[in-house]
Structure formats: C-alpha cells, structure tokens
C-alpha cells in the first residue's frame, strides 16, 4: 500500500510539468513574463504558485523518506522560475521513484514527528492517510486553480496525468 501510494502521489506532482508547459505557452501566446504565473495566487493571504508547488514536494518527499526509514533531502526553498521549479518537481520525483518497495515493509510501525505539532508523534499508516496524500493532493489542487484562474489552458486531464488504459 505505501510504495503503490507514494508512487501515486509522484505521478500526481509530476503531472504538474504538463500545466507547467502550457503556462509557458500560454504566457508566451499572450506576451507576458510566466514569472507572473509563478507568483500569482489565488487569494491576497494564500501562497503564490511556487509555495505550492514546494509544498507538495515537501509532503511527498518526505512521506516517501520517513515511510522507508530515512530522513527526507532536504532542498532549499529557493525556486523562483519555471525552470528551477522543473528541476524540483524533477528532484523529487526522482527522489521518490529511488525508494522501493520493500523499503516500506516496515512503513505502519514508522513514528513521525511533525515539527508544527511538538511533543507527539503520528504513526506510519495515519502520516501517510491523514497528511501525506491529502497535503500533496490539496497543494497541487491549489497550483491547478491557480493557473486556471489565470487563463492557461489546463483541465482535469492535466490534472489527473497518464492513466493506464488497457485494450477490453
């Protein structure tokens, strides 16, 4: 269950480089910097794109890191372009994809600790159910609405990526 949804999970965020190349056009096509996009919000007190999009990275990474038992990579929270926000969707998803299955055969029993929560702890099983799933989910949920309230052309398709269609 871990491995199978951590890899879900990664799809998810890598399916973010798709809406990432149609804000590039979109800016291109109506002759704006894509920074603007990379910094736009949805409301005045929400986090602008790129926190977005950090965020999810952080929950996934280290969902992957402390379901295996080992400390997450930590990246610098530096990104400002579409290029370097590539590059870390693409770090973490490499990240993510280097840890295999059986390193999750004692996921359940991992106790977390979770910096905004001093003092407790939350097993494997409920870290994964109850904040890594819907925290990657609901921040490129948010990176989603914000470039369609932008105008770039993305739609659930985008948003939901490749699936993997068999013949009947």
Known sequence: MYYD????????FLAVETMLDKAALH??????????????RLAPDMAPFIYQIQSASDYLKAGAAWLSGQKPPSFE???????????RIRKTVAFTKSVMADQ????????????????KI??????????????????????YAILRKDGVDVGKLDFLGPMNFIAE
């Open 5 to 12: 949804a951590i890899l879900q999970c990664t799809q998810a």
């Open 27 to 40: 800016a291109d096509l109506k002759k704006f910097d894509v920074g603007v996009l990379m910094n736009s």
């Open 77 to 87: 929270d530096n990104e400002r372009t579409i290029d370097e926000v590539r590059t």
């Open 104 to 119: 999750y055969a004692h996921a359940r029993e991992q106790r977390v600790k979770v910096s905004w929560v001093p003092g």
């Open 122 to 143: 939350i097993e494997g099983q409920d870290y994964l159910l109850q904040m890594v799933i819907p925290n990657v989910y609901f921040h490129i949920a948010m990176a």
